[in-house]
């Protein structure tokens, strides 16, 4: 099988998925705006051919481009996990008309209202939202919603360009930080905890899933940069808590007519029980969740994934042995990493829960902690108990620092 797959190694999760190709046997051409020599090595070694294109903002350059190629070396699918280029590879199986997701089944996937519209028609609990493309339809949406609410990019992707807005005084500081965005998402702020529902399909099935909390909440690891925020992939996931979520994302699922890949969703679980929804999209968590996915269970959904869309089944053995979780680190100052203090007495303490540790070494420069999730590092840890692994994570929280100047 020829497997075209759209950006091979950015993001940088997404060179184990290529390599998962061709461990199950395809031949995979990549293409993307950079040289091969540029790709990680993982990626460039998973490719048997590249296609380098001028850019990704001339679609149909591409398409003719990957016609020419079609011509020569026949593709059977078109794949993309980066959420900007997933329109493109559905107008790439339309043109090559192979098998996948098309045009008007991406967008609901990569437009917030059109999702929350096709949600509320099959009767799933949403926020209550309305598109804005003005200034006076932020303010007379937020009218109609009413404070708090969320303002966010229609086709954006994790928490970039998105804002808690309490009051109209709010809005008006936030309008003016959205002139780049063409369209937003106004919407009701919903409290609770933020939860994911995460998946692996094949023909509309669910094979395998995953259900994460962040601690504290996105907006907030977005917005203050002492916190160490932390994902927790959860063990027990017919805990009677997680019940209305995994409901509501199985109908989610349906109602958008998913079919084979990896979906990202995010819900949120209000105290009353009450399971709110998010937002999907069609691609696996970022920030290295699908490792914290693949630390609870011992599995590799990175060739999961692979399977599923190469061979249309998904074999591993699921045996749910642990809570898993990430604890990003943000170092104090700004310039190189000075030292890293804390890390070897928690070695020592928590060495068998340890996973991965993968912190900036001294003398590397600070990351932007704005820019990117993973901001200076991340540990990884697991425990089978769920309030053992929370104390663990505790501790790896506030004893280790990282110092820059």
């Not at 998973?46 to 481009?65: C, G, M, N, P, R």
């Not at 991406?106 to 200034?135: N, S, W």
């Not at 693949?294 to 089944?313: H, K, L, M, P, Q």
Request: net charge negative; charged share 25%.
């Amino acid at each position: 099988m020829n497997v075209l797959m759209i950006a091979p190694g950015y993001p940088a999760e997404m060179q184990y998925f290529t390599q998962a190709l061709t461990a199950v046997g395809a031949r995979v051409i990549g293409l993307g705006d950079q040289p091969v020599g540029a790709l990680p090595e993982i990626a460039r070694s998973s490719l048997a051919d590249y296609v380098q294109v001028k850019s990704f903002v001339d679609e149909q350059a591409i398409i003719a481009q990957v016609r020419e190629l079609a011509d020569r070396s026949p593709i059977d699918r078109v794949e993309c996990l980066w959420e900007p280029m997933m329109i493109l590879a559905a107008g790439l199986r339309e043109a090559l008309g192979l098998p996948g997701m098309t045009v008007s089944e991406t967008i609901p996937f990569r437009d917030k209202e059109v999702m929350k519209q096709v949600l509320d028609d099959a009767g799933i609990r949403t926020p209550r939202h309305a598109r804005a493309v003005t200034v006076t339809e932020c303010r007379e949406a937020a009218e109609r919603i009413g404070f708090p609410l969320i303002v966010k990019p229609i086709a954006g992707a994790g928490s970039a360009d998105t804002y808690r807005v309490d009051s109209a005084e709010d809005l008006e500081a936030v309008l003016p930080t959205l002139r780049h965005v063409p369209q937003v998402s106004v919407e009701e702020f919903v409290e609770g905890d933020d939860m994911t529902f995460d998946t692996i399909c094949v023909d509309g099935q669910i094979q395998h899933f995953n259900i994460c909390r962040y601690e504290p909440r996105a907006l907030v690891s977005k917005q203050v940069e002492w916190i160490s925020p932390v994902t927790y992939a959860l063990k027990d996931v017919d805990a009677p808590e997680l019940r209305a979520g995994l409901e509501m994302g199985e109908q989610v699922i349906r109602a958008l007519g998913f079919k084979t890949g990896y979906t990202h969703m995010e819900w949120y679980r209000k105290a009353d029980g009450e399971a709110v929804f998010g937002e999907i999209a069609a691609r696996p968590p970022g920030v290295r969740t699908v490792d914290l996915i693949n630390f609870a269970s011992d599995i590799d959904t990175y060739t999961g994934w692979a399977e599923a869309v190469c061979d249309g089944r998904f074999s591993q053995v699921v045996e749910r042995m642990y809570n898993s979780c990430w604890v990003i680190k943000r170092a104090q100052g700004s310039g190189r990493i000075q030292r890293i203090e804390g890390l070897a007495p928690l070695l020592q303490e928590y060495g068998s829960s340890v996973c991965l540790v993968d912190l900036l070494p001294t003398g590397a420069p600070r990351r932007n902690w704005q820019a990117t999730l993973i901001s200076d590092g991340m540990v990884f840890l697991r425990h089978p108990d769920l309030e053992t692994l929370e104390e663990i994570a505790e501790a790896f929280v506030t004893r280790l620092q990282l110092y820059a100047a």
